[in-house]
Structures are given as C-alpha cells and as structure tokens.
C-alpha cells in the first residue's frame, strides 16, 4: 500500500531550523517527484517545492529560495525538506506529496499532478 508519513514538524522561533521528513512506503521515492505543500490559515495550498530524482530536478517557490533545501535518502525511502532560517510567514500545514510523473511539474499543474499525500505536520515560527 503506498503511505506518506510527515515527522519534524513543531514550534520553533524566527530565524530558527527545522528539518521535516517524509517517510514512504509501497514505493520507491527515487521513481516518483516528491513534493512539499503547505497551507496557513485561510489560505490556498502552496507548493514549497518539489524533487524528482533520475533525471535529478528541483524546485522551490520564491519565498524560501535560499532557506529551504530539499533533499532524498534512497536508503531510507526518505525525502526531507530542511528549513533554516524561518520566518513568521512560514507557520502552516506542511504536507508532502507524490506524483507518477517523471519530473517536477510547473507550479500551475503542481497540486494536480499529486497522486499521494500524507496527512500533514503543523510548523510554527512566532516572533
């Protein structure tokens, strides 16, 4: 059966470092494009970024270009999504998601091309 399991999520303060995982089974994640939504309080869901391995590809919104880095473990059937610096802004539901395709697709098709999603870890950044 394909599973998504997010961990890591918490509270933490500005500026502050988290590391949020995404643990699959039923799959191998090297065969998928893995991505990371997330969704604040009366606002759409926002794809945060996406990787797909063999051809290797990622992507990442503007707003956390530099802070976030997403990242595979082959081994551990693992993707992570490690988040330094955080601000404020970034406080929502962070899921994680998985699409048949075989490369990360544009940010208007993102959401639509997700076959699987896990059921999400709360991030909260105060001031």
């Known amino acids: 059966e394909v599973q998504l399991v997010e961990s890591g999520g918490g509270l933490v303060q500005a500026g502050g470092s988290l590391r949020l995982s995404c643990a699959a089974s039923g799959f191998t994640v090297d065969d998928y494009a893995i991505a990371w939504f997330r969704q604040a309080p009366g606002k759409e869901r926002e794809a945060v970024s996406c990787?797909?391995?063999?051809?290797?590809?990622?992507y990442y919104t503007d707003s956390v270009k530099g802070r976030f880095t997403i990242s595979s473990d082959n081994a551990k059937n693992t993707v992570y999504l490690q988040m330094n610096s955080l601000k404020p802004e970034d406080t929502a539901v962070y899921y994680c998601a998985a699409s048949t395709l075989g490369y990360c697709p544009g940010t208007d098709y993102m959401y639509y091309a997700m076959n699987y999603w896990g059921g999400g870890t709360l991030v909260t950044v105060s001031s």
């Open positions: 990787i797909r391995n063999s051809p290797d590809n990622t």
